[in-house]
């Protein structure tokens, strides 16, 4: 089940408030050989990360929906979960998985003894949650825990310990897999930034797909990433043209993305993201608005 993205934080009784984890999403399913761990793409996650066998103590005949989290500092460390991810070799994964241990933090109950359960409300499946994690008492299986009502405090709560956000789920939903709906609203901390359009990337059907951006550090430019998400219809009809009309053979700014037509400086941008990764490009970047005047 997947969440809408949402702007602003709310307050609402009708709504469970709980930390937006900063990990990979998973499935964890126990059955007589075991627990399985995959990833939204259907990827086994085990091997990457051999210290949640902790999970097969879960009772049979569950499946839970969770997020593989590593923790750097006390919090969250996206950065760290794909260094853990990207490592190879056998050695290194064994070593990771004692000085830098992922959690599994889980929020949602699919199959309990065996039997489907996504009829249920978000507050039945929660409690039968509840009573499969608990007992088991282990410090890398975790229930993700949260407030009914008041999500802005819950929010300006993750701004101050710099979590990713909140997520607010309606208490009366049904756990619909593979849809996005209402029912979930994702509210991410963002950072907004000033950027110069490089160069853009075309769909099959030659849409605009993406933008490739750059920004002022330090009154230098620096390529900063791809930006797709947030651009609408009106906008990618609209802004085609002005870039078609711009087109250079090179970059202005150094950068090692390729399959990208490049253009003369002079559009503009506004764009919001997450954080900056230790490459210096945005992460999870959303267009917000194009800067016509300049």
Not at 192 to 215: H, K, N, P, W
């Amino acid at each position: 089940m997947l969440a809408q993205l949402g702007r602003n934080p709310f307050d609402s009784d009708d709504h469970f408030f709980e930390w937006k984890w900063d990990g990979f999403r998973a499935l964890v399913r126990r059955d007589e050989s075991g627990a399985t761990v995959r990833s939204r793409r259907d990827n086994d996650l085990r091997p990457r990360f051999p210290e949640l066998s902790i999970l097969d103590s879960l009772p049979e005949g569950v499946l839970l929906d969770g997020e593989i989290v590593a923790l750097q500092d006390g919090k969250p460390s996206f950065q760290l979960l794909l260094k853990r991810e990207r490592t190879k070799a056998a050695g290194q994964i064994d070593r990771m998985s004692k000085s830098s241990p992922v959690l599994f933090v889980a929020f949602d109950c699919l199959y309990h003894d065996g039997e489907a359960v996504m009829d249920e409300t978000l507050m039945d499946r929660r409690e039968r949650l509840r009573s499969i994690i608990e007992p088991i008492g282990h410090a890398r299986i975790l229930l993700s825990d949260g407030i009914v009502g008041r999500g802005t405090k819950l929010f300006e709560e993750s701004k101050k310990q710099d979590l990713e956000g909140i997520v607010a789920k309606r208490m009366d939903s049904v756990y619909l897999p593979g849809r996005r709906s209402d029912a979930w609203t994702k509210i991410k901390k963002s950072t907004t930034v000033y950027c110069v359009i490089m160069g853009f990337q075309v769909d099959e059907t030659g849409g605009l797909r993406s933008l490739v951006v750059a920004t002022d550090e330090g009154g230098s430019l620096r390529c900063v990433g791809r930006v797709g998400s947030g651009l609408n219809e009106v906008v990618r009809r609209t802004l085609l043209p002005e870039l078609e009309s711009r087109v250079r053979p090179e970059p202005f700014v150094a950068t090692s993305l390729e399959e990208t037509t490049w253009v003369d400086p002079g559009l503009f941008c506004i764009v919001s993201y997450v954080e900056m990764t230790e490459a210096g490009q945005m992460r999870a970047p959303v267009f917000v608005e194009w800067v016509q005047d300049g």
